[in-house]
Structures are given as C-alpha cells and as structure tokens.
C-alpha cells in the first residue's frame, strides 16, 4: 500500500538508515570488547607472577620445586602447584592439604574449588571445566622437572636459564591439583595438549614471559625444553 505520509517514508529511511549504523557499530565493537576480556582474563592468569614464585621457592628451599609432590614410593601424589601456594600467597590453603594422600583422595578433592584465582584459565568462562588449570611444565630428562628432589637454577641449567622453557600454557587443562604434566624424552612428541594450535604462553626460567609462534621448527622447541643440550639459540627464538 502506498505511503500517505511522506513524512512517514522518510522517517521510515531515517530509522533504517540509524540501525544500520547501530548494526556495524555493535559490529565493529564486539572484537574490541573481546580484546577487552581477553586481557583482563589473561591478567588472572598471571605467569610472569607464577614465574616469581618459583624463584622465591629456590630462594627458600635451594632449589626449585620438583614436578609432583611424592610419596615415600615415590608415586605422584600433587602438582608442583600445590607446592607453590606459599609462594603465591597460599599459605593457609597449602596447610590444608595431605601431602602424603593423593590428589583425588577424599580430603583433599574437597580442596579442588579453592583453586587460586593466578592458576585460572585465560580463556572464557566456560571454556575449560571448574577447577582446572592451564600451566604445565615439561617433565623428563634434561626438562625443568626432572627427577623427585628438583632442580637448582644456577647448577642445573647450563644452557642458561633464558633459554630454557619453565612452564607453558596449554590448549588442553588439568585439575589444578592433579600431577599430571607434559612428558619429555625419546619418544615423546613435544607438540602435544594443543600447544602449536596458535602458539602459546610460557615462562622462561629467568621468570620471564615469552610467546612460543606455532611455526617454530622442531629443533628449536627441543631446545628452549632442555635445560643442558649445549644448543646455541637466537636471542629472539
């Protein structure tokens, strides 16, 4: 039916004309506001804090925190994460803990939901199940973690503690407390728990904060895992 009111149609141009702009705006801010919460999530999930608190456990201790806390078997019982509550601000949490009981004991699954905020996911709400935790390291020879004690920062690191790998953020969580981490040695992929998808997030062992690219060539990887390999790196490997 033909508009009687010319005044109407042209209203009627100008509304659509109004949520056509409102659509792109809305349009162009969504990844902005994306950005926005990505940021802030990544800042919860604080390495380069994480990073420091291995330091401060090889200040405290002589040496750095071994993989898994362990029984007198020397079966896994909890993540190095555990261990290092007291260095993350975690010191009445830790003292909760049986530490000579699994992770998934009765008592201490009951800790699992007062996992601290630094050890959450950087990624959406939702994305990766309660409770779990996205930083892993490489357990094996000639890694960070190795063996039951852990290792010392000055004698064990030849190679330099800037080239090599402490832990990583990966595309595949855990349970926060679960000693569960990324096997290293003859045999084992490195390009494992959806690490290479993007690249990813990793703590140096000087305590800083480096980007691993997807592209990077085998070699290399194996080179910034291994803490005495003799390798020679770039500086911006």
Known sequence: MPVSNPRLAFTRIE???VL?????GVGLLIPQVQKVRESAARARCNISQIGLAFHNYQHTH????PAAVTGTDGTPLLSWR?????FIEGHELYREFRLDEPWDSPHNKQLLPRM???????????AVPPHHAVLLGYVGPSAAFEGREGLNLKADFPDGT?????????????????PDDIP?????AVRQRGLFRDGFRASVADGSRRFVRSEIDEPVVRAIITRNGGEQLSPDW
């Open 82 to 86: 555990v261990a290092l509550l007291p």
């Open 162 to 178: 800037s080239n090599t790998l402490l832990f990583v953020e990966v595309g595949e969580p855990t349970a926060w407390t679960k």
């Open 20 to 24: 056509a702009i409102i659509a792109l």
């Open 116 to 126: 601290p905020t630094i050890y959450g996911s950087p990624w959406q709400v939702g």
């Open 184 to 188: 290293f040695g003859p045999g084992h």
């Open 15 to 17: 509304a659509a004309v």
């Open 62 to 65: 002589g040496r750095l925190p």
